[in-house]
């Protein structure tokens, strides 16, 4: 599913990832843990392709319609509500039967209520909830998930941990985290960064 | 490292060769070209500001078509030659709006004037240049900045002819009135030396070229060496 | 088809955001207003219709820049601008909505400006509102790619009008040319030619600058 070999990354004379090794199958698990600025978040854009490797190459075979992505940033518009990013970004993915899903992932990850409010008057954990969403929202076959957890309550953690145990061995997982602890047993793969 | 070696090879002769056609050209034009009948000695100047101006427009059309293949192929070196033709480029642009305002002073008495199309072209290209080398310094290095430059380099070289129509265009209700400027009438030895001139102007500027290129290149290898000793 | 759809969904979202923050236009329109009355000022007495059109021009070129430079905000607030090079569409749909929207913003804010530098200054006839026209189109296209590469950047804000004015320069001439000349024929063909070649040149090359590879 991803290989890659001998990846490198460099912003200007600002090296970020040196010399990665790996290759994950189709619905492995691979969880990248290292320090703050060890580039966790560039490995796993190289790997959604919004940033290209400065050497080394990383092969993804899945089309980028079929990628489901979490930043640290919510990806949504703040003027917008739940219900109008949802709808947009279902339009971009061309999601079969939109409304429905959209109705069942705002109901499942505790929005729908609030689902007509603009995402600037959401907290910090409902955005989050809200951008995890739009990440399953296509139900992509390789879901790439940076940082899931930061920011969500025990509630809100909850129900992450309740998705992933569905998807693990189902879909194919890259999830970056500090804190290991909390997924370890679903992970297939471990990526150590430093 | 064997690479420094073969950007350098050919370099000395080359720099050597541009120098003399330099001093031919000067001697050509100064001393050997006879003295324009209209215009007298001011008209000399035409030997070195048109060769600079005809350079400038060769380097950025250098420019644009390296960001032509940095795009099309994605080969990384060719934004560094890219950016050293259209910095080069920039240069011979700046000399020749201070030669065209020498020639501007002896002709018509003026330091600047509007009615050269080839003058006011050229400081637009300028100033569009000089944003071309804000957006590189604004933009964090990597891909993206490439590209960008890239896509703006090619927009200039659009730029370029449509700007020329546009100021032909704007002639009619700016200034009606044009100086007539019938290209000078040109004999052997003044055609001679003003050839001479554009191909001693041209080498200059990919002697340049290249000496940039070089060092620039030298400093990358040598960031890269130092990283690897750390 | 799915292209048009995709890019009737982008305007429609752009439309939206500014319906509800009301960032933009509202702005717009003050400033070419006020811009108005300054020249009012900056006028002398006796100077001429001819001058009056030529102000126009500048306080159109900077109104665009207004609207241009807050074109991608909504897009860099949350990393939207992600979002949408990661969605499976063209991305040049994404420079279509942008430009589209951009250009709705921009006539709104003539529909008001125009018909007040009509009762201030000079007429406006029909072949001066084609070169407006003309002319929106060419620096909406060309902008909202400035506006996507400046965004990248330290000093956004500062790095678009360094960027798009000198790409505006013929359509300055053509629009004071088709506004103040006897034969405007010729003004309008530079500006349709200006807005070929560069918006087909901003198609093309938007993706390069949204993207690494």
């Known amino acids: 599913m991803i290989r890659a070999a001998g990846l490198e990354k460099r912003y200007g004379s600002r090296r970020v990832l040196r010399g990665i090794d790996f290759e994950l199958p189709r619905d492995g698990f691979l969880l990248v843990t290292g320090s703050n600025g060890s580039g966790k978040t560039t490995l796993l854009r190289v790997i959604a392709g919004l940033a290209a490797p400065t050497r080394g190459k990383v092969q993804v075979d899945v089309h980028r319609g079929r990628v489901g992505f979490l930043a640290h940033e919510p990806l949504v518009y703040r003027a917008l509500t739940a219900l109008e990013n949802l709808d947009l970004f279902g339009r971009l993915y061309r999601v079969p039967e939109r409304r429905e899903r959209i109705g069942m992932l705002l109901e499942r990850f505790g929005l729908w209520e609030v689902r007509s409010e603009r995402v600037e008057d959401y907290s910090r954990g409902m955005s989050q909830r809200l951008a995890l969403c739009r990440a399953l929202l296509h139900d992509p076959e390789l879901l790439i998930l940076d940082e899931p957890y930061a920011s969500l309550d025990e509630h809100g953690a909850g129900l992450l941990d309740r998705e992933l145990d569905e998807l693990a061995g189902a879909r194919t997982l890259v999830v970056s985290t500090h804190d290991p602890a909390r997924i370890e047993l679903l992970a297939t793969q471990r990526l150590v960064l430093a | ?230 | 088809m799915t292209y048009l759809a995709d890019v009737a969904a982008l305007t429609r979202k752009d439309l939206r955001v500014e319906l509800r923050a009301q960032d933009t236009l509202p702005a717009m329109l003050l400033f070419v207003l006020s811009t108005l009355v300054v020249f009012h000022f900056a006028l002398p007495e006796g100077t001429g219709e001819d001058a009056a059109y030529g102000l126009l021009w500048v306080a159109i070129v900077f109104t665009a820049l207004l609207g241009l430079a807050r074109a991608w905000v909504p897009e860099q607030e949350h990393g939207v601008f992600d979002g949408l090079v990661l969605a499976p569409c063209d991305r040049s749909a994404i420079w279509v909505g942008k430009t589209v929207a951009t250009l709705a913003f921009l006539l709104a804010a003539q529909v008001v400006a125009l018909p007040a530098f009509a009762l201030f200054f000079a007429p406006l006839d029909a072949v001066a509102l084609v070169g407006v026209l003309l002319a929106d189109i060419g620096i909406c296209a060309v902008g909202s790619l400035m506006a996507a590469m400046a965004a990248a950047g330290r000093a956004r804000e500062l790095l678009l009008p360094l960027l798009l004015l000198p790409l505006s320069i013929p359509l300055i001439v053509g629009g004071v040319g088709s506004a103040i000349s006897t034969e405007p024929e010729r003004y309008l063909l530079l500006l349709a030619l200006y807005d070929g070649i560069f918006a087909v040149l901003s198609w093309a090359s938007f993706e390069y600058v949204v993207t690494e590879s």
């Open chain 2, 1 to 230: 490292m064997s690479s420094a070696f073969s950007w350098i090879r050919g370099l000395p002769a080359l720099a050597t060769l541009a120098a003399g056609l330099i001093g031919l050209a000067l001697l050509l034009s100064f001393f050997i070209a006879p003295e324009d009948g209209n215009q007298g000695i001011s008209q000399r100047i035409f030997y070195i500001h048109v060769p600079i101006a005809l350079t400038a427009y060769f380097c950025f059309g250098l420019g644009a078509w390296k960001a032509l293949l940095l795009l099309w192929r994605g080969e990384e070196r060719h934004d560094l030659e890219s950016y050293v033709a259209i910095h080069q480029g920039t240069i011979f642009g700046l000399l020749t709006l201070i030669t065209g305002a020498i020639w501007a002073k002896a002709s018509w008495g003026v330091w600047w004037t509007w009615d050269s199309n080839q003058l006011v072209l050229f400081l637009t290209l300028f100033l569009f240049y000089c944003a071309y080398f804000m957006l590189r310094f604004s933009l964090p290095e990597g891909p993206r900045r490439s590209r960008s430059s890239a896509v703006y380099a090619l927009f200039g070289v659009a730029l370029i002819p449509v700007s020329f129509l546009a100021i032909r265009l704007a002639e009619d209700f700016i200034h009606p009135t044009t100086f007539t400027r019938d290209g000078p009438q040109m004999t052997g030895t003044m055609f001679t030396a003003f050839c001479v001139s554009w191909v001693a102007v041209t080498l200059l500027a990919y002697v340049l070229y290249r000496v940039e290129l070089v060092g620039k290149r030298l400093h990358t290898d040598l960031r890269e060496l130092r990283e690897a000793l750390e």
